[in-house]
Nanobody, 116 residues
Framework: QVQLVESGGGLVQAGGSLRLSCAAS????????MGWYRQAPGKQRELVAS???????GYADSVKGRFTISRDNAKNTVDLQMSSLKPEDTAVYYC??????????WGQGTQVTVSS
C-alpha cells in the first residue's frame, strides 16, 4: 500500500522558517518525481516545488529564492525548506509522487499558517 505522510507544518510568524517532510512507502521512491503542492482556502491547488528522479528541481515564481526542495532516496523522503515565510504562504501543503503516465499519489496534507 502506497503512503505519503507529510509532517512539519505549524504556525509561524512572517519572516520565519519551517521545514516540511514527506515520508514515502510502498513505491520505488528513487524513480518518482516528487512535488510539493499547496492549497489555500478558496483557491486551486498549485505546484510549489518539484524534484525529479535525477535531482532536477523546479519552483513556482512565488517561492523562488525562499523555498528549497530536496530528497533523500536512502530514506524515501522529500523535504521542503521554507524561509522568509509570508502570510500568503498560508495553505495546506501536500506531497505528491509521479512516475510516467501513472496516476499520481498524494499525501493527506499538512497545515502551514503564517501570521503577520
Amino acid at each position: 500500500q502506497v503512503q505519503l505522510v507529510e509532517s512539519g507544518g505549524g504556525l509561524v510568524q512572517a519572516g520565519g522558517s519551517l521545514r516540511l517532510s514527506c515520508a514515502a512507502s510502498g513505491i520505488i521512491f528513487r524513480v518518482y518525481t516528487m512535488g510539493w503542492y499547496r492549497q489555500a482556502p478558496g483557491k486551486q491547488r498549485e505546484l510549489v516545488a518539484s524534484i525529479t528522479s535525477d535531482g532536477s528541481t523546479g519552483y513556482a515564481d512565488s517561492v523562488k529564492g525562499r523555498f528549497t526542495i530536496s530528497r533523500d532516496n536512502a530514506k524515501n523522503t522529500v523535504d521542503l525548506q521554507m524561509s522568509s515565510l509570508k502570510p500568503e504562504d498560508t495553505a495546506v501543503y501536500y506531497c505528491r509522487a509521479d512516475v510516467g503516465r501513472l496516476p499520481p499519489y498524494w499525501g493527506q496534507g499538512t497545515q502551514v499558517t503564517v501570521s503577520s
